[in-house]
């Protein structure tokens, strides 16, 4: 892991709350998913954080779930090859981080290089693959393989078209967020600054 001593101190704290964000039921979810969507060629690791950030480390993975997602003829990813040289690996996770934010993922959802080539942040990295994967779902278009319970949905657009008399109606309505003028009002209150009467 790049050669890292032991962290001390506030260091220490911060990594170990890092550390506790990670989810083991998440990382058996989506070995499952990865497994189902690019086939049993690509492996399995054994449960734990160490394992799941082996498998994925090289990068091929990802890049062969990225194009599982892709349709035919259309990979967003031109060349998987496996590598044990570092920056080889370090460059394969940065075409799919590419590849992902292509596909749709929000900038600000996805994981950094680091996070997952030295282990810094392996939760950032599950949510990352929980947000590819909700959103292969809500694309609907058939290349989703899996259970599709195992994702959160992504809201839809969901227009309304109305009239333009209906629209018109709405313009002559006092909405109460504006306030109204029955209820409450200000009679029987004293002058400020004049002390309160109890009685």
């Known amino acids: 892991m790049a050669n890292r001593g032991p962290s001390y101190g506030l260091s220490r704290e911060v990594q170990n709350k890092i550390d506790k964000q990670y989810d083991d039921e998440l990382e058996q979810i ?10 049993p060629e690509v492996g399995q690791p054994q449960p734990g954080k160490k394992n799941f950030q082996e498998w994925l480390k090289d990068g091929t993975v990802l890049c062969h779930l990225i194009n599982s997602l892709c349709p035919k003829g259309q990979k967003l990813v031109a060349k998987i ?12 996770i940065s075409q799919f981080l590419r590849a992902a934010e292509q596909y749709g ?19 950032s990295v599950q949510r990352t693959l929980m947000n590819l994967g909700g959103l292969a779902v809500s694309k609907g278009d058939g ?24 629209l018109k109606e709405g313009q002559s309505v006092i909405g109460l967020q504006m306030g109204t003028n029955r209820g409450a009002s200000q009679a029987g209150m004293t002058g400020y600054g004049m002390p309160r009467q109890i009685l």
């Not at 989506?30 to 086939?39: K, P, S, T």
């Not at 090859?81 to 394969?92: I, N, Y």
């Not at 899996?146 to 227009?159: A, L, T």
């Open 81 to 92: 090859q496996s590598s044990s040289m570092a920056f080889k690996q370090m460059e394969q």
């Open 30 to 39: 989506l070995i499952q998913w990865i497994v189902a969507q690019c086939g």
């Open 105 to 123: 993922i929000q900038a600000t959802d996805i994981f950094q290089t680091v996070d997952l080539w030295e282990a810094k942040h392996m939760a």
């Open 143 to 166: 290349l989703f393989v899996g259970d599709p319970n195992w994702f959160p949905k992504k809201s839809q657009e969901n227009r309304r078209a109305f009239p333009e008399d209906k």
